[in-house]
């Protein structure tokens, strides 16, 4: 199929018994997309076409269209005109297109919007740009986004981004679920600091690095959900580093090759009263895939209502050190995610090793400890003993040696009132 319906074909629709609220057009030749007439269509898929032109008005007549995928095909900004969205004439809006709330223009051939794109669509709440290689917001852009007055769902995933404008949002002030992942970041974006409103962070395959405090910002509180997996440089989250998302309920850091420690203070938040702190009433966690080796008790305050746990593949240490893990976790998460629990594995030590954590808690095994409340002073008691051992033996050895040279009771040996020796009188006689 390489045209869209013919009027005869459009005819046919109308006068049909039933009335289709979904069409699909995918996976055709469609390259243009006339001026389409009227017809009560909700939702147009045209997605993996060879569209590269679509007139001005092409949906001016489509008034229920609440929903467009015009994804993978030849889209340029020189194709996306501000008027290719234009509605009908009303007194109170420029020739809007009042219903449609969702455009997705995933994979074409995007570097750039159009400043006035979206002047035609007051009402629309969500944008999907992704696999559009943008590599940088251009003023023009940064202005058409700016527009975005009802935009709650803005997907800028895999646009090769390593920056954004600082205040890109700052005007679409309603803005709930942001997807940023496969980017180029290597910091989180200050641009962050605008949201208001976020439920819903992604933040997956971006180059972050270390995780630290500052780095999410306090307006950030109100996301429900957030996801920073995939992420091929982290190595840790430091103390505090995510203890803005106090209204957190999802947390999906999984698959992060590198990731190795998450402090124990990450998400504590504290309070005016130094007695008193805040954490994140969680109700999923997923650190499946990374490579942590301890679960930290105080990670969480009600670990309890946590529904969700994925500890899976993580090299987990099964000594003292888990002891909360082993005796207390691992029996919450068969109970509450029973597939997810068989395959929390040990790793050391050794004769534990690819040991069910659920087998370990279930046998009771005595867990192998060291000393955790100083472990500082074994190192300082190794050295003292080694030393000790290095400077005895050459002493032990040494006074073996004078002892058996009888040097040891010298003067005991010899009667100090009789002269060691006599001095020779040169009146004795000379004999030979």
Aim: aromatic share 8%; charged share 15%.
């Amino acid at each position: 199929m390489k045209t869209l319906f013919s009027q005869e074909e459009w005819d046919t629709l109308l006068n049909g018994d039933v009335i289709f609220t979904t069409i699909k057009l995918n996976n055709n030749s469609i390259t243009q997309i006339p001026s389409l007439p009227s017809y009560p269509v909700e939702n147009l898929y045209l997605s993996f076409n060879q569209i590269n032109n679509i007139t001005l008005g092409a949906f001016q007549n489509l008034t229920k269209l609440a929903k467009l995928d015009l994804s993978h095909n030849n889209l340029t900004k020189t194709a996306l005109q501000p008027d290719v969205f234009k509605g009908p004439y009303a007194t109170d809006k420029y020739e809007p297109l009042n219903s449609l709330i969702e455009l997705d223009l995933a994979h074409n051939e995007l570097h750039s919007l159009h400043g006035d794109l979206f002047e035609h669509l007051p009402n629309l709440e969500i944008l999907i740009l992704c696999e559009n290689v943008f590599q940088v917001i251009d003023t023009p852009t940064l202005v058409a986004l700016a527009s975005l007055s009802s935009v709650k769902t803005l997907d800028m995933s895999f646009m090769e981004l390593s920056d954004l404008p600082e205040t890109i949002f700052h005007s679409p002030n309603k803005l709930e679920t942001l997807l940023l992942s496969g980017n180029l970041f290597r910091e989180i974006p200050v641009a962050l600091k605008w949201v208001k409103n976020l439920k819903k962070l992604v933040l997956d395959e971006n180059l972050f690095g270390d995780i630290v405090k500052g780095n999410f910002t306090e307006n950030l509180n109100t996301v429900e959900y957030l996801s920073i997996a995939f992420l091929p440089d982290t190595t840790k989250i430091g103390p505090g580093a995510l203890n803005v998302f106090t209204n957190m309920t999802t947390l999906i850091a999984s698959d992060n090759p590198h990731l190795s420690s998450i402090h124990e203070l990450a998400f504590t938040k504290n309070t005016a009263n130094p007695e008193i702190f805040v954490y994140p009433p969680l109700k999923h966690l997923y650190l499946n895939n990374n490579n942590l080796s301890v679960v930290e008790r105080n990670w969480f305050q009600r670990w309890d209502q946590i529904t969700t746990i994925d500890l899976r593949f993580n090299p987990w240490s099964c000594d003292c050190n888990n002891r909360y893990l082993i005796h207390t976790l691992i029996k919450q998460i068969n109970t509450t995610s029973a597939p997810l629990a068989p395959e929390v594995l040990c790793a050391t030590p050794p004769a534990w090793k690819g040991k069910s954590l659920l087998q370990l808690s279930t046998d009771n095994k005595e867990l192998i400890c060291e000393n955790t409340n100083h472990p500082g002073k074994d190192g300082v008691i190794l050295i003292s003993l080694l030393v000790g051992v290095l400077i005895g033996i050459p002493l032990t050895l040494g006074a073996l040696v004078i002892y058996r040279r009888g040097c040891f009771g010298l003067l005991n040996r010899v009667n100090p009132s009789v002269p060691r020796y006599n001095r020779a009188s040169f009146t004795d006689d000379f004999h030979i």
